[in-house]
């Protein structure tokens, strides 16, 4: 809860300051059957041009905590009831809902799976765009329709000049991502947040998605927070990696740290359930049972009743994990991470893949 202590990453790893900090928050709803605890004091830092992805099963809190970043929860029945969320020096948790606006769009801009739910459908996307652009700058609607036009070319909408009249429903599936990339991008957002962008798309759509967003975030140097279950896409993508499990970040490291050390039996899960081209799909290994409750989370670790590395230790079932502190920016919320070692090379040997997710 509130109370607990939170892994904090050493000062001297890194000399910039972060640009987003989220510490400690705590959102949850109230619905009939009970107070859903969905993020239960979740941390994490976004630092200028990096990806951070926040990987986890669904249910996990991930869409919640970006939620509660844009002052998007719906209070009631939602509530944050702690937790600070520092932008650029600024906690948004203390902002008014005008001047949270002024952020959304501005500093901080998002794009969701499904671009229908962000485009007007009785708008041409280019007179979206320009809107996004006259609403934070005072620049004339020639100018902001050369900077769309400009905008959609970076993203790759072939003919932009002809597709700027063009309405929502006249551009395909991927291309409304790229315009929706477009409109996150027209203000230089500082922090982009992408929640499960391309999970709509064909795969050939999202590998070009993914281009386009890597190129955005390149040419504006946006953090990026990227929410994914697609650890393919998290080992493309990112920098350094979150992974939540019942509304809780239970690791934290870089790709390669995730990927080649995992220090958690649940990202271990997650990694050998990944399906590769090179292995057969029977080898996978699903973790097993179901995501937890949210309204009543299991005693001690909430992953102990799916967990192999515990087989059944008292201390999981009794005593809650902190998010142990192994080194700049990298937390285990296991009492047995120094077991993850042992776990991984077991893994490996049942089921003759090697845990990686990405050669680079
Ligand atoms: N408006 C709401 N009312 C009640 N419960 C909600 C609401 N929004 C989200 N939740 C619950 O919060 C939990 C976390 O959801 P979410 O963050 O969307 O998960 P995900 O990791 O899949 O993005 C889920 O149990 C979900 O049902
Ligand atoms: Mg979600």
Redesign the pocket.
């Known amino acids: 809860m509130g109370s607990e202590p939170q892994f904090v990453d050493a000062p001297s790893a890194r000399d910039v300051q972060p640009l987003l900090s989220v510490r400690d928050l705590v959102t949850e ?1 109230k ?1 009939g059957d009970g107070v ?1 605890h ?2 239960d004091g979740v941390s994490y830092e976004v630092y200028p041009g990096e990806t951070l992805g926040v990987v ?10 970006v ?1 509660s970043i844009l002052g998007l929860i ?1 209070q009631p ?2 509530r944050i009831a702690n937790g600070e969320i520092i932008l650029d020096g600024q906690d948004l948790l203390q902002l008014s809902s005008r001047e949270l606006r002024q952020v959304r769009g501005k500093d901080v801009a998002m794009i969701f799976q499904d671009p229908m739910t962000s485009l007007n459908p009785v708008l041409s996307v280019g007179d979206q765009l320009a809107e996004a652009i006259l609403v934070h700058e005072d620049v004339s609607e020639d100018v902001a329709r050369k900077r769309v036009v400009e905008l959609l070319e970076l993203v790759g909408v072939p003919n932009a000049d002809q597709r700027f009249d063009q309405y929502p429903h006249e551009y395909s599936g991927g291309m409304r991502q790229r315009a929706m990339i477009a409109m996150a991008m027209a203000n230089r957002p500082k922090l982009l947040i992408a ?1 499960e962008p391309t999970t709509a798309l064909d795969v050939t759509i999202q590998a070009q998605v993914l281009e386009v967003l890597q190129a955005a975030k390149e040419e504006t140097n946006a953090g990026v927070i990227l ?1 994914t279950h697609d650890l393919g896409v998290v080992a493309e993508m990112a920098d350094r990696v979150v992974v ?1 499990y019942g ?1 809780r970040v239970v690791e934290t490291g870089t790709v390669d740290e995730i990927f080649h050390s995992p220090k958690h039996p649940y990202t271990l899960g997650l990694l050998s359930s990944l399906p590769r081209p090179d292995q057969d799909l029977e080898r996978l290994v699903p973790i097993p049972g179901q995501p937890p409750s ?1 309204i009543n989370l299991p005693s001690g670790c909430a992953f102990h009743p799916r967990c192999h590395l515990g087989r059944g230790r008292s201390r999981c079932r009794t005593e809650e994990p902190a998010l142990y502190d192994l080194g700049p920016m990298r937390g285990s919320r296991c009492h047995f991470h120094e077991e993850m070692a042992r776990e991984v090379a077991e893994v490996e040997k049942a089921t003759g893949a090697r845990i990686e997710g990405s050669e680079a």
């Open positions: 709803f619905t859903v969905a993020v986890g099963e669904s249910g996990s809190g991930k869409s919640v905590t939620m719906p029945p939602g929640d929410i939540m509304g949210l």
